[in-house]
């Protein structure tokens, strides 16, 4: 970007561009700049020794059918080369100096930068228990695999803490191979502040029609691993035994490096509609970012569409050019045989008028809030889906 292309410290090694991270936000940037013809050098730190992957799979194929990396991987190493990248594989950032702009590595190296991006994405929220040998969360391709040796060694009871879309989907994934199991969830409705009621509800139905156990509104007490088994008491007094337990309660925003350097942060490192931190030269864009809302607030979004929008973004005002604005964040969630698609963002202590369109097959979710269009969901109603789209308000920029 003109006036932040400069390398201004006096390094062996440099770049124009330094993005911190590996997952799906880092690699859609790589593309996006290539594709918006920026010319200047890239590189980026890929903490994991894999090339960036597709995570949302981890949860599915790769614990069910043990899917290999090569088909997890966005671009192969060719595939960064023509996009002339530099990568570092396992190794991480220590360190930023706004000042001298430049990132201390893990392997004891100082590389100059003229941009620096935040992609360092977001960790699942560890388990309380420590010192477990089987309980497991999935947020990496080890977590699955290691999930899949479990499931492969001969685990059949498995008991899923969290009834948020990972752990449904994983409690989903587990259930249609033909495995006992159970669900806890804290609160009183599976997918708080993330879906309708109605959906929340229907998805109870579902998972539970498929032999799976839900318990909602209460915690895990007490967790004891014993001999091959791992017991388990709920607050409600309810006993569980399992195999294997699979801990799904939400992520944490990778803060460290923002916050040692004094950037603004909340949930996520906060940026505006550009990406820019508070920090000049520093970016910030998927798991990690919080989009600034229109009364002050924040948005974090997880999700493809936000890693991808926030790169597509991005690599239009690094590449000087006038940046797109960023359409009403979707998704999309597998489970119990179906696909379902959701568009909006309702911030979890709104409460909208949903208007519900149900049919033998497939269902559409209208979610209102003084009169506009809001939020919407579907199952099997992608035309309707679609015809409702563009008429989503946007609630990160109009509340």
């Not at 930023?96 to 702009?101: F, G, L, S």
């Not at 100059?112 to 977001?122: D, N, P, Q």
């Not at 550009?274 to 990690?288: E, F, H, K, M, S």
């Not at 597509?312 to 590449?319: G, W």
Request: charged content about 25%; aromatic content about 6%; proline content about 3%.
């Amino acid at each position: 970007m003109a006036g932040e292309g400069a390398v201004r410290a006096d390094t062996a090694e440099h770049a124009d561009i330094v993005i911190i991270g590996g997952g799906q936000a880092a690699a859609e940037l790589v593309k996006s700049l290539r594709r918006e013809a920026y010319a200047g050098s890239i590189r980026m730190l890929c903490g994991e020794d894999y090339l960036p992957y597709d995570r949302p799979p981890l949860s599915k194929g790769v614990m069910k059918a043990g899917i290999a990396m090569d088909r997890l991987a966005f671009l192969n190493a060719a595939g960064y080369e023509k996009h002339g990248t530099e990568i570092d594989l396992g190794v991480t950032a220590t360190g930023i100096d706004p000042e001298a702009r430049t990132v201390t590595t893990s392997d004891g190296r100082v590389i100059g930068y003229g941009v620096c991006v935040l992609a360092t994405g977001a960790r699942a929220v560890p388990a309380p228990w420590a010192e477990t040998t089987r309980v497991h969360s999935i947020r990496t391709y080890e977590d699955a695999l290691r999930l899949s040796g479990a499931i492969n060694d001969g685990a059949q009871r498995f008991l899923v803490v969290g009834g948020g879309y990972l752990g449904l989907e994983t409690a989903s994934s587990l259930a249609a191979s033909g495995l006992e199991v159970s669900l806890v969830e804290a609160t009183p409705q599976l997918l708080t502040g993330r879906a309708s009621n109605f959906v929340a509800n229907w998805l109870k139905e579902q998972h539970e029609a498929r032999g799976t156990r839900i318990y909602l509104g209460s915690m895990v007490a007490e967790l004891e691993e014993r001999d091959d088994e791992v017991h388990v008491r709920l607050a409600n007094g309810t006993e569980v035994v399992a195999d294997q337990v699979v801990f799904a309660v939400g992520a944490l925003a990778n803060l460290d490096l923002a916050k040692e350097v004094g950037a603004e942060c909340g949930r996520g490192v906060l940026v505006d509609n550009q990406c820019r931190t508070t920090v000049p030269g520093l970016y910030a864009i998927g798991d990690v970012a919080s989009y600034r809302t229109a009364n002050g607030g924040e948005a974090r979004v997880e999700s493809v569409f936000n890693a991808t929008a926030q790169a597509k973004v991005l690599a239009r005002v690094l590449a000087d050019k006038e940046p797109k604005e960023a359409s009403v964040p979707t998704f999309w969630s597998d489970q119990v045989g179906v696909s379902i698609r959701l568009a909006g963002w309702v911030p979890p202590t709104v409460e909208t008028n949903d208007v519900v369109t149900r049919e033998d097959d497939g269902w559409l979710v209208e979610r209102y809030l003084g009169g506009r269009l809001v939020g919407i969901e579907s199952m099997n109603r992608l035309m309707e889906y679609m015809r409702a789209l563009p008429e989503v308000v946007d609630l990160r920029k109009k509340l």
